[in-house]
């Protein structure tokens, strides 16, 4: 991949986190913070994900800030719904859609290239925006997370799968149990 210029990176963790069932591997946050800046033009990196009373997700925004991630957080809200089976259930939710637009379009005069981690298909208006402001647009996306709405997108997005440098970036997902929260 090559960059044009100056760039911000924004990282959808709960996006990512959830990549893990399909790639059968953890993304590390830290070796991929490391990879990022092997990229000389990326100057900023930007993690968002939720805030809650659970130790897993306090610990993954500390470890977020220690790496040197800008991060962007705000509280969990959780929805009670019914389950398939029928059962009442709490579902957390917690979507950074609009901060990271809104982060993209406040930056547009400093950077020439954003990549964003994940695919979510609200994000194609995001991209078409960027796009007709002249701004490289790579969106990182793991395999079956993409969505329609951005693929889509017929010039000016340069889709990344993450298989192509997963090798240098994660960690053995752990066949039960399983780490952290999203």
Not at 1 to 13: H, Y
Not at 143 to 164: A, D, S, T, Y
């Amino acid at each position: 991949l090559k960059l044009s210029g100056k760039t911000a990176v924004f990282i959808d963790w709960a996006n990512v986190y959830h990549w893990k069932d399909s790639l059968k591997k953890i993304v590390d946050l830290k070796k991929l913070y490391r990879y990022l800046l092997t990229y000389k033009q990326i100057k900023e990196i930007n993690f968002y994900f939720g805030t809650d009373v659970h130790p897993a997700s306090k610990s993954q925004i500390k470890r977020a800030q220690q790496i040197g991630c800008r991060v962007v957080t705000k509280p969990v809200k959780y929805i009670r719904t019914r389950a398939e089976s029928g059962e009442w259930v709490n579902l957390r939710k917690c979507d950074f859609d609009l901060e990271i637009g809104l982060d993209c379009f406040e930056r547009l005069d400093k950077f020439n290239s954003f990549i964003v981690f994940s695919g979510d298909g609200d994000f194609a208006t995001l991209y078409r925006r960027l796009i007709a402001k002249r701004k490289q647009t790579v969106v990182v996306f793991a395999q079956g997370h993409l969505g329609k709405e951005v693929r889509e997108i017929k010039r000016g997005v340069f889709l990344c799968v993450i298989k192509n440098f997963l090798s240098k970036i994660a960690k053995k997902y752990p066949p039960t149990g399983g780490q952290g929260r999203d």
